[in-house]
């Protein structure tokens, strides 16, 4: 059975920097393409930031330089290195295994002003 465990959120105020892992068990990072995502207070969830199985990395405009997504297959686990918080990166992260139903439970990330 595949399982997505995130963790790694927490409240922090803008300018501040979260690691947040997403480990996985049942599956193994370096074959899939992984996902994060987010989901804001009344807003759709929207893709962060993407790894394929073969390293290459994609990012939304409204993270990119900020953030970075990377795997440690040692550890079967995803990351996502998040500097230079904004308050409009407050929200629910969720990894993924793309394409696939495989998620995470969600972590919270709040960003003070």
């Known amino acids: 059975q595949v399982r997505l465990v995130e963790s790694g959120g927490g409240l922090v105020q803008a300018g501040g920097s979260l690691r947040l892992s997403c480990a996985v068990f049942?599956?193994?990072?370096?074959?899939?393409?992984m996902a994060w995502y987010r989901q804001a207070p009344g807003k759709q969830l929207e893709l962060v930031a993407s790894?394929?199985?073969?390293?290459?990395?994609t990012y939304a405009s409204s993270v990119e330089g900020r953030f970075t997504i990377s795997r440690d297959d040692a550890k079967n686990t995803v990351y996502l290195q998040m500097s230079a918080l904004k308050p409009g990166d407050t929200g629910v992260y969720y990894c993924?295994?793309?394409?696939?139903?495989?998620w995470g439970q969600g972590t919270q990330v709040t960003v003070s002003s």
């Open positions: 993924r295994i793309v394409p696939s139903d495989y």
């Open positions: 790894i394929a199985s073969g390293g290459n990395t």
């Open positions: 049942g599956s193994f990072v370096r074959d899939n393409d």
